[in-house]
């Protein structure tokens, strides 16, 4: 069934939303905004400028969760993470650095989905 909503006047990140919550399933970046590109009937001079623009924004858009291995979905599908509150202040502090290591990585495997 084809889409007769007029897209021209939503903004990307709102495209891409439509997208994966009609679709229901995560779907690889090049796919998902190549399909917004695709709806926007966006005039696109670079290809690879657009995907980048496109996939900056649902990046940066906190409705939208990267599941890994290119794959996005959003973030209301998965349950929000609960916080273990300790008392020892050591294990606060390697907590936190896990964590900035945890985000470190992301920002690599994310940095090299984009170079494909």
């Known amino acids: 069934m084809p889409d007769t909503q007029d897209f021209t006047k939503k903004t990307e990140v709102d495209i891409a939303y439509y997208i994966l919550s009609h679709a229901g399933q995560t779907m690889y970046y090049k796919d998902l905004v190549l399909d917004v590109i695709e709806k926007k009937h966006k005039p696109v001079q670079s290809l690879s ?3 980048s623009e496109v996939y900056t924004l649902i990046n940066m858009d906190s409705r939208f969760h990267y599941e890994g291995e290119g794959q996005w979905g959003l973030t209301e599908w998965n349950p929000p993470e609960t916080k273990r509150h300790t008392r020892s202040s050591s294990s606060t502090s390697s907590g936190s650095s896990h964590a ?16 494909e």
């Open 49 to 51: 400028a657009a995907i």
């Open 100 to 115: 900035a290591n945890k985000a470190s990585r992301r920002k690599e495997k994310l940095f090299e989905s984009i170079q």
